[in-house]
């Protein structure tokens, strides 16, 4: 089962601005457990620095369930393939 948990952050852009964010996250992430002065990775937009991203973020679930779904797919093409080639001949 999943939980959940509000990861709440501050960043200084390029012009030493002070920004914040706000991630909700689940259980899966590394950043479920984050303490208050634990820190990450985050990446902004120069041009427009609230626009942020972590990779950190992603779940790992999430990582496991699409590199599932893009190997099965790939399996599948490739038995399609040989079963197309098998009756060609």
């Known amino acids: 089962m999943r ?3 509000d990861v709440t952050f501050r960043y200084t ?3 030493g601005g002070y ?3 706000c991630y909700t ?3 899966y992430t590394s950043l479920y457990n984050v303490e208050a002065d634990d820190t990450f ?3 902004y937009n120069p041009a427009r620095p609230e626009e942020y991203f972590s990779s950190d973020y992603e779940s ?3 990582s496991r ?3 599932f779904l893009i190997s099965g797919a790939i399996f599948l093409v490739a038995v399609i393939w040989l079963l197309v080639q098998a009756f060609k001949q």
Do not use: C, K, P
């Open 65 to 67: 369930l699409w590199g």
């Open 19 to 21: 920004q914040a964010g």
């Open 60 to 62: 790992t679930a999430e």
């Open 41 to 43: 990775s985050i990446r």
């Open 13 to 15: 852009d390029g012009d």
């Open 25 to 27: 996250v689940d259980s």
């Open 3 to 5: 939980d959940w948990a």
